[in-house]
């Protein structure tokens, strides 16, 4: 049987084997990069304040205080342990004075910013009170870097599974509890505080 060949121009086009590979690699490598954004935004966002890091995204309304935490003052401290940065566990608990804990993360701006008012603080009751910065579920080198940028001088620890925080009714960062001399907690704020305010709770823990 006689065919007949189709001038070029009538012949129907050939897919490109590798420019729909091509195709195919962009968009998957677009959907990453949109995951991630996405990832990113979701862990970041708290709840419309830009003072604070909100660390559990299924927190409610229901019992929280406009979602920074579950109002824990007036509670006796349990029995916590957390981390020092050499590996040792250690408990959590006053000695003989009251104890500031400061809970925060390398990736919240707001912890960066109020660190330097946590060690002014610090500096100026000494021995008056104990002060403790927790880094909450992160890597110690993180934490350890964030030390240096900032330059504290007070004591640090971790809580790499976020308990101890939980704890204490946290929800986002950064976080400030003071516990009397006798255990019991006297004062809950979520998010960054100024260091006059923080010097204000200090001496309402002094009674001052």
Known sequence: MDTTSLPPDDRPPVASPRRAHRGLLWAAALAVVVLA???VVAFT???GDDDVLRLDPNATDSGRDGLTGTDVTGDQLPTLTYETFAGDTVTLTPDGRPLLVNFW???CVPCVTEMPALEQVWQANAGA???IGIQVAENAGRGEAMVEQ?????PVGRDPSGDVFQAL???QLPRTVIIGADGTVEYVHTGALTADEVQAAV???LGS
């Open 37 to 39: 954004i996405a990832t």
């Open 45 to 47: 966002a708290g709840d």
């Open 105 to 107: 993360s390398s990736i």
């Open 129 to 131: 009170i104990d002060l």
């Open 150 to 154: 900032t330059g504290v001088t007070y």
């Open 169 to 171: 009714g946290g929800a």
């Open 203 to 205: 001496d309402d823990a």
